[in-house]
């Protein structure tokens, strides 16, 4: 599953587009989550928070992703209630993170490969664990989405190649 020829963007802030197409991610950041909320477990396991945040900033720059990453969690915990407001400091930082190692790693690289994506996922999972576990100061509780998360990781890299790299290849 290595990367196909694939348009990357670096959309600036001075843009309209940049709003659109983060609005549209947030959109999906938002339907996403209800969706795998109907079944028990089903935020914590899937990890939808993240998976437009991931493709938004890989496919169009971090600033895209960044707006993403910030208002997805809120607007979903201020409408739904989830993520708990208690919650959104971890979500947010691994959140940001997403969108930051997203953006540059497909500014540095070019490409989507199979292999970038497991990385990206990795890196933004391990910073943001330990940043978790500086704010909540629970091991356990930060480590969480290595516990229960797998199938969310798998979704983000499995998914995200296949929307960069089928779906919104231009």
């Not at 969690?73 to 969108?99: D, Q, T």
């Amino acid at each position: 599953m290595e990367a196909t020829t694939v348009k990357f963007y670096s959309l600036k802030y001075n843009r309209v587009k940049t709003y659109w197409v983060a609005a549209l991610f947030v959109v999906g950041n938002i339907v996403l989550p209800q969706l795998c909320h109907l079944v028990p477990q089903g935020g914590v396991r899937w990890l939808p928070i993240y998976f437009f945040t991931l493709i938004g900033a890989y496919k169009y720059g971090w600033r895209v992703g960044l707006l993403t990453a910030v208002f997805s969690p809120l607007l979903n915990s201020m409408w739904f209630g989830m993520p708990p407001v208690a919650g959104l400091p971890a979500i947010l930082l691994k959140s940001v993170l997403l969108a930051l190692v997203a953006g540059y790693a497909a500014s540095h690289f070019k490409r989507a490969s199979f292999g970038l994506l497991v990385a990206v996922v990795l890196a933004y999972q391990i910073l943001g664990t330990l940043g978790e576990w500086a704010i909540v100061g629970d091991f356990a509780l930060a480590v969480q989405d290595f516990r229960i998360g797998l199938p969310g990781m798998a979704l983000q890299i499995v998914g995200g190649w296949f929307f960069i790299n089928r779906l919104i290849r231009r």
